[in-house]
């Protein structure tokens, strides 16, 4: 039995799917980051995943992936700080709360 | 000489209207005055320095021959390698002559506006106009290529426009200027029109290169045709046509009466003396190529002839004294349009007849017209001055109260009904000559012009100053103007009388050439006898108060209405552009615009309102709705890619 | 033929993945779905080592594992009380989020399945094509400018990281 790329594509294709369906149904703004964080893991998996099997010579899909770890850092804290602003002026953390910003 | 002097001639003037302009509002009126006045009297003596040493230094002149001299020419603006325009200095006979022309009424203008115009609000600006226009005449006048001469063209339609609506809180002022700046608008389209034509086939601007080869103009014209007359004659008309608007020719003469809605002066310089001559100019400018486009040279000589005689009848019916002098400029003006129309550029002289005699006798006239019109207006100036009033059945009797402004005024007359030994005798007989030279018809149909021309002018005389005296004297005595008005009349009363003797053939003739000036007796004896009858008519009908102007009027009712309202000129351009244009056309553009070009607009924007107000609801706000239908969009893009591609 | 040991491996492996992602995503207490996050990133971690990039799979569990999760820590601590629950989902965000996550993921298994990008090669055929990757070659990646050299990128992100603390800090002080 051989451990093919299929093998370690599909745990990333269902992380990815719940990341998705967690973004769309979750109200909790944080319970939203976790699952951009579940989307964002599965993509850089992917970069591995490809680096290894397709192009294995080369390391640029993990260079990309270390970047990428570094942006999702960025991302993630920027995105608290502003959680931590709404909650502070609206008293909690629903997004249901949060559609100003519309027509 | 060198070009210091002719470019001074035009520095001058420029500089006094920018200095007058700017600062004119900061200095006193006298100061302002005398700024101008010494100006213009510098560019004065200039001119003068100028021509008459072209005139008369030899250097001028080899064998014979005034040369065309190019004192300087300055290339200006330069688009292709053919297509340069320039500005220069081009000094040759009718130049000399129109310097001197316009350089003397303007100071002489100058110096009267300096006691007409003391009272009026705009002194300061009035003399930056003054000097505005001076400028851009003398520009015109010394004009090195058509081009040069139409930029020129278009200030002085600026400064006229200006002038006449000097008054500018009035609202007959203020639509006869834009009457006038619009309608010679309209015939410099056709000016500039028949430029470009030209210079597309001669690949030049210049006067000297045209006039002096016409042969090859029509060479490099070709045989290119247009509506059955060649491209040249199609060219040549429509330069006459900008002349036919400046120079007040039918149709296009309504502007001139109404432009005596400005100060008299201004009519005096502008629209008597100077700028209503450019379009003679200009034809005399161009004159050896008219000669060669067959048919033009007979159609400025029927637009004349017609003009002549339909603002001689006018002026017989006129009751404004202004409008009655603006119809004779009209007239006189046309006179020397037929006088250019008829002359030849035939080299020999064929027997007594010398062909280019009308060019010289329409120069001739233009110098003594302008002197003897500018003293008429000048005059009729010294009157509304006095009378407050330019209506002459405010006047009458007036020989008594103001001698001076009576005798030249008299004489002025008499310049312009052509009585020997004034100066509008000669230049008229030479003209006459001409005219029978070339066809009796022209000569018999411009002598009853001329006669028209006594008549209706001792008509204008007896009328202000024998008739019957106004009662309102007693309150109200006139009397003459102060010195800076009466001055002027006197002087150019004198030159008047003396203009005449000037042996005028020896400066100014078409090909350069002295040509000895004589009297052609039957000519002079006819259209002398015909002076005299009008006078005599003139002095039977008005000398005093009687019933017979009114039993005349009576006799063709409809005849004196029609002169009095001008032939209802103005009621047709009004039915055409109102009616017409206005009306109909402008009316159905503006339909289309509206309904078509403004609905279409209107409909996009309302599709795209309705279609914003449709999809506005996506943007919700929720942030998740958003994160759905991406996803669902990349699906289905992903979906569409896929279905294609695999 | 790979090791049953890294197959088995493969298979612990690939099912905490599946099952704490589900559970990331559907517990109604926060504070367990970060954790269920961190098992997740954990998990990915040791697919980073299995597959050879041990430099890669530290920064995963030092960044995401360490960093990352103690600030979700730090923010549901801050925003929660202990015992919250948040609601039960309503029914039709349920369907929408079913509906997106279902077909997205049929259609990538879909373009998985299909598609000829897949060569078969094996994990061990792979790693024994490529030599391990040292320190010393990615920090040579990290700080050259030449053909696969990413000094640029490490420079801006480097930037950006600062833009980061700025702004979290700006955005977060209590005004």
Not at chain 2, 83 to 96: K, M, Q, S
Not at chain 2, 491 to 503: D, N, T
Request: proline share 3%.
């Amino acid at each position: 039995m051989d451990l093919s790329i299929l093998w370690y594509l599909v745990p990333s294709v269902i992380m990815f799917a719940c990341g998705v369906f967690g973004f769309i149904t979750r109200k909790n703004m944080i319970a939203m980051l976790i699952s951009l964080e579940l989307i964002l893991n599965s993509a850089d998996l992917n970069f591995v995943i490809f680096n290894r099997f397709l192009f294995p010579g080369s390391m640029d899909g993990m260079i990309f992936t270390l970047f990428a770890i570094a942006i999702a850092a960025a991302e993630t804290a920027i995105a608290i700080a502003i959680i931590i602003n709404i909650y502070r002026a609206v008293g909690n953390t629903d997004i249901s709360g949060v559609n100003k910003l519309k027509f | 000489m060198g070009s210091t002097l002719p470019i001074l001639i035009l520095a001058i003037p420029l500089f006094m209207f920018l200095l007058l302009g700017l600062g004119g509002v900061k200095m006193p009126r006298k100061v302002c005055g005398v700024l101008g006045i010494l100006g213009m009297g510098t560019t004065m003596t200039l001119a003068y320095i100028v021509a008459l040493s072209y005139f008369f230094c030899p250097e001028f002149t080899v064998d014979g021959v005034r040369q065309q001299v190019m004192v300087f020419d300055q290339t200006w603006l330069s688009f292709t390698d053919t297509l340069v325009v320039n500005l220069g200095f081009l000094l040759d006979p009718i130049c000399a002559m129109m310097l001197m022309v316009i350089t003397t009424i303007s100071f002489m203008v100058h110096l009267y506006s300096w006691g007409y115009m003391e009272h009026e609000d705009g002194f300061q600006r009035y003399y930056a106009f003054l000097s505005l226009f001076s400028f851009s005449m003398l520009g015109l006048v010394v004009a090195t290529n058509i081009f040069q001469m139409y930029i020129f063209w278009e200030l002085v339609g600026v400064s006229s426009y200006l002038l006449i609506g000097f008054f500018y809180k009035l609202p007959s002022a203020v639509s006869a200027s834009k009457k006038a700046f619009i309608v010679t608008r309209f015939a410099d389209l056709g000016f500039l029109i028949g430029i470009l034509i030209l210079s597309f086939y001669t690949d030049t601007f210049n006067f000297v290169e045209m006039t002096s080869n016409p042969g090859q103009v029509l060479a490099e014209c070709g045989g290119a045709t247009f509506m059955g007359a060649s491209v040249l004659t199609w060219a040549m008309v429509l330069i006459f046509t900008g002349g036919m608007g400046k120079s007040a020719m039918m149709p296009l003469h309504i502007w001139l009466p109404d432009a005596m809605e400005g100060p008299t002066p201004v009519s005096a310089l502008i629209h008597a003396a100077t700028m209503v001559v450019a379009g003679v100019y200009l034809v005399a400018r161009m004159f050896p190529v008219y000669c060669i486009a067959e048919g033009s040279m007979t159609f400025i000589t029927v637009v004349g002839a017609i003009t002549a005689f339909y603002a001689a009848v006018v002026a017989c019916a006129q009751i404004d004294i202004k409008r009655v002098l603006a119809f004779s400029t009209i007239s006189q003006i046309a006179f020397m349009m037929v006088s250019l129309g008829v002359a030849t550029d035939s080299p020999y002289i064929k027997g007594e007849f010398y062909g280019g005699l009308g060019y010289m006798a329409s120069m001739f006239h233009l110098f003594t017209h302008a002197m003897f019109k500018a003293l008429l207006f000048l005059g009729a100036g010294a009157l509304i001055h006095a009378v407050h009033s330019n209506d002459y059945t405010k006047m009458g009797g007036l020989r008594k109260y103001m001698p001076i402004t009576h005798w030249t005024f008299l004489i002025g007359c008499l310049a312009i009904a052509g009585i020997w030994p004034f100066s509008g005798f000669f230049s008229k007989d030479e003209m006459l000559a001409a005219m029978f030279e070339s066809h009796w018809f022209w000569g018999a149909w411009m002598t009853m012009v001329a006669g028209l021309t006594a008549f209706y002018m001792f008509r204008l005389y007896y009328l202000i100053f024998w008739w019957e005296e106004n009662p309102e004297y007693k309150h109200h005595t006139p009397h003459d103007s102060p010195w800076q008005m009466s001055l002027p009349l006197i002087i150019l009363a004198a030159v008047s009388c003396v203009a005449g003797f000037i042996p005028f053939g020896e400066f100014v003739t078409w090909n350069r050439m002295p040509y000895h000036i004589h009297i052609e007796l039957p000519v002079a004896a006819t259209s002398l006898t015909v002076a005299v009858l009008a006078i005599a008519l003139a002095t039977v009908m008005y000398r005093k108060k009687n019933p017979l102007p009114e039993r005349m009027r009576n006799l063709f009712p409809a005849l004196w209405t029609a002169a009095h309202r001008r032939f209802y000129w103005d009621e047709i351009y009004q039915f055409i552009t109102h009616k017409i244009i206005f009306g109909i056309i402008c009316k159905s553009i503006a339909w289309f615009d509206r309904h078509v070009i403004d609905a279409t607009m209107d409909g996009f924007a309302k599709i795209t309102n309705c279609a914003s107000s449709a999809i506005k609801g996506f943007q919700s706000g929720n942030v998740q709705a958003y994160v759905a239908w991406y996803f669902i969009g990349a699906v289905l893009l992903a979906g569409i890619t896929w279905l294609c591609f695999i | 033929m790979d090791a049953v040991s890294n197959i088995i491996l493969y298979f612990v492996v690939a099912i905490v993945i599946a099952v704490f992602s589900v559970m990331a995503v559907a517990s109604r207490k926060i504070l367990r779905a970060a954790t269920y996050l961190l098992f997740v990133l954990i998990g990915t971690a040791i697919f980073y080592f299995q597959l050879g990039y041990q430099f890669l799979g530290g920064v995963q569990i030092a960044v995401y594992a360490g960093g990352i999760m103690v600030l979700f820590v730090f923010a549901i601590a801050l925003t929660h009380r202990p015992d919250e629950k948040s609601r039960p989902l309503e029914s039709h965000r349920l369907r929408v989020g079913l509906v997106c996550s279902v077909i997205g993921t049929v259609l990538l298994l879909f373009a998985l399945f299909t598609l000829p990008l897949i060569n078969g090669l094996s994990l061990t055929e792979c790693l024994s094509q490529s030599h391990a990757i040292t320190m010393h070659e990615i920090g040579k990646a990290f700080t050259g400018t030449e053909k696969y050299q990413y000094l640029l990128p490490f420079e801006a992100i480097s930037v950006l990281l600062l833009a980061c603390i700025i702004g979290g800090v700006t955005i977060a002080r209590k005004r």
